[in-house]
Nanobody
Framework: VQLVESGGGLVQAGGSLRLSCAWS????????IGWFRQVPGKEREGVSC????????YYSDSVKGRFTISSDNAKNTVYLQMNSLKPEDTAVYFC???????????????????????????WGQGTQVTVGS
C-alpha cells in the first residue's frame, strides 16, 4: 500500500487549503483513511477519519466545523478540505490507511485516532501546512 499526500503550503489565517491523499496497492473491500497532524516535539494528533463501508466521517473537536473529509473512489483519493485555518493548524499532515475487514463498522472515532499506532498500518510521508497570522 502506498499513500501520497499533496496540497500543503503556506496560507494566511482565515484561508483554505485542500489536502489530497492518493493511494495505490489497495486490495481492501472496505477501508478507512485517517488524517493526522504533527508539530515537532509533540504527539501526532488525529484530525479526521473516513470509513468506506458506510461513508461515515469523524472529526476531532479542534477541527469540527472547519475541515471536511471526502472520498473519490474513481481517483483513489481522499481529500481534506480545510477552511478558516488558524495558526495553530500549522503542522505536517499525514494520511493513513487501514483495512476494515478485521474491525467492522464504527471504526472511526476517538479511540482509533488516539491509538493510531495500533489501528492504522499504512502511512504517507506527510505534507507541510503553514498558517500565517
Amino acid at each position: 500500500v502506498q499513500l501520497v499526500e499533496s496540497g500543503g503550503g503556506l496560507v494566511q489565517a482565515g484561508g483554505s487549503l485542500r489536502l489530497s491523499c492518493a493511494w495505490s496497492g489497495f486490495t481492501f473491500d472496505d477501508y478507512a483513511i485517517g488524517w493526522f497532524r504533527q508539530v515537532p516535539g509533540k504527539e501526532r494528533e488525529g484530525v479526521s477519519c473516513f470509513s468506506s463501508d458506510d461513508g461515515a466521517t469523524y472529526y476531532s473537536d479542534s477541527v469540527k466545523g472547519r475541515f471536511t473529509i471526502s472520498s473519490d473512489n474513481a481517483k483513489n483519493t481522499v481529500y481534506l478540505q480545510m477552511n478558516s485555518l488558524k495558526p495553530e493548524d500549522t503542522a505536517v499532515y499525514f494520511c493513513a490507511a487501514e483495512d476494515l475487514t478485521p474491525h467492522g463498522h464504527g471504526f472511526c472515532g476517538d479511540r482509533t485516532l488516539e491509538q493510531y499506532r495500533h489501528y492504522f498500518s499504512s502511512w504517507g510521508q506527510g505534507t507541510q501546512v503553514t498558517v500565517g497570522s
